[in-house]
């Protein structure tokens, strides 16, 4: 049961592998993966067009950010699978994927009184973004 399990993930695996797809890394940004995440929860599954425009229209920091992280990793899906002659409908693409990972914390010191010092966490991000093409109906029946 459990080697059946296991074929069955490393096929799936093998098969995202090989499917077209874009992605788009954004490193070492200086924003809370916390507050990076809470917008990335919005965009998640949702198609190219509709996520982008769900950034345009929010008012928060990490948006920015992921605006150009989404045209890049759509850029990044049509130039790759061009150069494999693969026909890439971008009107289908859709957010597969997307995560943030804690990066490196930078500490600074905040003075205080009486010439104490309390320490502040300064939080940066790696983001992840991969955006792949929507399967048609026709194609999967």
């Known amino acids: 049961m459990q080697r059946e399990k296991r074929e069955a993930l490393e096929a799936r695996k093998a098969a995202e592998k090989n499917a077209p797809e874009g992605r788009a890394y954004l490193k ?6 916390r507050k990076m995440k809470i917008v990335l ?10 996520a982008m425009a769900i950034l345009k229209n929010t008012r928060r920091a990490a948006s920015e950010y992921l605006i150009k992280l989404l045209n890049s990793a759509v850029a990044n899906a049509e130039h790759k699978n061009a150069e494999k002659g693969l026909g890439m409908d971008t009107a289908s ?3 597969a ?9 930078l500490k600074r010191m ?32």
């Open 97 to 105: 994927e997307c995560f943030v990972c804690p990066g490196p914390t």
């Open 41 to 50: 929860d919005l965009i998640r599954g949702k198609d190219a067009d509709q």
């Open 93 to 95: 693409l859709y957010v």
């Open 28 to 33: 070492y940004v200086r924003i809370s993966p």
């Open 110 to 141: 905040q003075p205080r009184a009486q010439g104490r010092a309390f320490g502040i966490l300064k939080r940066t991000s790696h983001v992840t973004l991969v955006v792949r093409e929507r399967k048609s109906e026709k194609e999967v029946g």
